[in-house]
Structures are given as structure tokens and as C-alpha cells.
């Protein structure tokens, strides 16, 4: 599959993928300076890019494990959601849930992106569903282990 994308600013970088077999590409910021981004801390950080996801697909922004572990700065609205039809600049919902403030460095990798394809469905009112062993066991209904 190939993907359009549109640099929206000079220092904006193309998704790229770390590995041979990496589900998801690393999305970069495109910031002229650094954001200290403080405990507790919310940003929304650009990437200066814009894509053109096909129709049956949707692009899956992913907060990154080393980031997470290491930092605990995640994406907020993890995953979010890119839509076939948006056409606007990518940008990323970030929040240090650690003690201590965290640097988002020009060209850092600090998300990724991974495409994935999805059906659509319609709902039908009925009076009953069908019957499953686990039936309504919500939240923890199997078990902690």
C-alpha cells in the first residue's frame, strides 16, 4: 500500500517504520523548539503532515511502548483515530503521566501510525440476544488472571 503525504512545513518528516516487520510507522513532531511538558500535562503536538488514508481503512495513532515505559508519556486519546475522509495536518494528543517533566525534542519520534482496515455495520433493534455463557458478566467477569 501507498500512501500520499503531504509535508505542511519545511521540517516535517514522512512516517517511517523502525523495523523490517514494524505494525506501526513513527510519527515525528515538527516543532522549531522544544515543549517541556510537565506532570499531569497535556499538548497537542503537530507533525506537519497530512495523508490521504484509502476508503475501508482508518489510521490508528498509537502511543510508543519505550516512550510509555520509560516516560510515561502517552497518547491521550489512545488510540486515536484518523478517518479515510480527513485531509487535515496529523497532530498528536500527548500527556506525561510520570512525576517528572519530559522534553518533546524538533523531529522526535513521539507516536505511530498504523493503518488499519475496518467494516462498517447497522444496528437492528430486536427484544433479545443470543444467549453466551458469559451472558451480561461485564468488568472482570473472567477473572483477573
Known sequence: MILNCKKLKA?????????EYSAGADLRVSIDAQI??????IEIVPTGIATCIPEGYFGMVCSRSGLS??????????????????RGEIKL???????KEFIIEPGMRLAQLIIVPYSRASWEIVT??????????????TGIK
Do not use: C
Open 36 to 41: 517541556v511538558l510537565n506532570p499531569g500535562e
Open 69 to 86: 515505559a520509560k516516560f510515561g508519556v502517552v497518547v491521550l486519546n489512545s488510540p486515536g483515530i484518523i478517518d479515510a475522509d480527513y
Open 128 to 141: 433479545d440476544l443470543p444467549e453466551t455463557k458469559r451472558a451480561e458478566g461485564g468488568i472482570g467477569s
Open 93 to 99: 494528543i500527548i500527556i506525561n503521566h510520570s512525576k
Open 11 to 19: 521540517n516535517a518528516q514522512v512516517p517511517t517504520y523502525g523495523t
